[in-house]
């Protein structure tokens, strides 16, 4: 009976844990960190190693928690297990991260008072200050470590630079985060083991067992869950997702050390949820604007705060039950279900005033947007092809004009070599003769310059968007340059660049080398694919 009640607390810590893994998760998807071949090797031995540090009787989490575990029996099993699990069934209601360490804390403070235990406000004061401390000390750090990222990456550096420079450091965050994660959230699974002796080899083993059949069942939700919120809650710019997640991991370790003590603080387990919102709404003081929506911001610390006291309501209700004191469950159950019922209907009632006006709301949109399709199809229909066609046609005109360029300037090596010939001849009157066929046909050509022009003209107005982007982005670049990065655009070679610009396919190099430093790349950046993207 006693292993069977220490796997039930242990299953439930373990259900505890994973509940607040898919926070963790979300940042470093967000973060692009969870791709890497080094974080997805290492994350599962920092995992393992938080949680067997976690476990040592010399941990400060452990510790602190250590005068709230009961002794394990049957009737603490039941009594933890289902307040704790209900509590997280009715966190979730409430579109609130989950908040397992408040959750424990707030069972384990009230079942020793089933027992006749004396009610004392040391530990609840320190938990409820180290609740409210650690939220803020998360937002602090992400608002002092999201202005020191963002002047270390600053927007004058090259867009491919900064994000090599953000993706190293959330990969290095996202470890730090893994390890701080596992190490103080690791006590909610370890908390009931014996701290030394008395515990067969085979039992740990078994509950070893258990815990990985928990983590296999539970994954695909996790991922989801996770990738759910990193696409809603974590749409941030790399600089601040690596300040996020290291503020995160810091203020895990921080409350996980027993140095906590001196400031009147307490090492306990933290809610990654809790921390996540916190330090999103650090980001936003910098950012002035918000960058996590207030409903779920707002449920998620009510819930942080408001969670130890259901949990503890039934917990306390359970273990009166059990222990025959019906009358005081009773009581107890009756101010929950009516405080619960209350909430319910007030959030009930604000739901449904709110889906009323979103359906008002999106029922005025589709009716503006249906008739809108209409006078578009209607106008799409007689324009598309007209479009299309003149669209080729440009595109025609101006890969010809283009080649015609080159023609010119291959006619033009051709008149110099009769010009050669011509002064090579003794004969006045041949030289006369062949000076007059070259100016009538010189004269048939004379407009080179001009179709030059109109060539670059053209360009222009079929380019008129990158041309745009192009001077906005790199405002120093000279014409030269420019018509350069225009020509590699349409997908013209070096050959024909030489002929439509003038020069020789060597300068066309040179042209070439000094554009790439002008825009800041590597040797290993495709110039054409750069210029492409812009």
Known sequence: ????????????????????????????????????????????????????????????????????????????????AVSCLATLLVVRQFRAYPTAASVLAGALLAFPLTQGATWSWNIPLALLLTFVAAPAVCCALSALLGLAFKAVCGRREHLVRMDRKAALVATLAALLLLAAFAYNAGVLVTLFLPATGGFPVWAIAAYAAVFLLIWLAVLPAIRARAWSLADTDLDLDNRLLGALLLAVALTFFLFSWGGVRRIGLYPAPLSAGVLVVSGLMGLSLIQRRRLVEAEPALSTMLAWFASPLISGIICYSLGMILGGNAVLALVATAILLVAALTWSAVRSRRNRLSRDAIAQVREQQIAQAQEAISSLEVRSETTEKELLGKLELKRKELVDFAVGISDQKAYMEEVYARLKEIRAARDLSDKDAAVDTLLSSLRERMYFTQEMNDFYARS???????????????????????????????????????????????????GRYRLRQRLGLQRSDNLIQFIKSI
């Open 1 to 80: 009976m006693l292993f069977v009640s220490i796997g039930v607390l242990v299953a439930t810590g373990a259900v505890l844990l994973l509940a607040e893994f898919p926070a963790v998760i979300a940042c470093i998807s967000a973060s692009g960190a969870g791709e890497r071949r080094s974080l997805k090797i290492l994350a599962p031995v920092l995992l393992l190693c938080g949680v067997g540090m976690s476990a040592l009787p010399s941990s400060a989490v452990r510790q602190s928690f250590s005068p709230l575990s009961c002794p394990p029996g049957f009737d603490v099993a039941v009594c933890i």
């Open 460 to 510: 222009e107005v079929l380019h008129k968007d990158f041309n745009l982007r192009l001077r906005e982005a790199y405002p120093d670049l000279t014409d030269t340059e420019r018509k350069l990065a225009n020509l590699l655009r349409q997908g013209f070679s070096s050959k024909y660049i030489a002929s439509l610009m003038n020069i020789t396919p060597k300068s066309v190099e040179m």
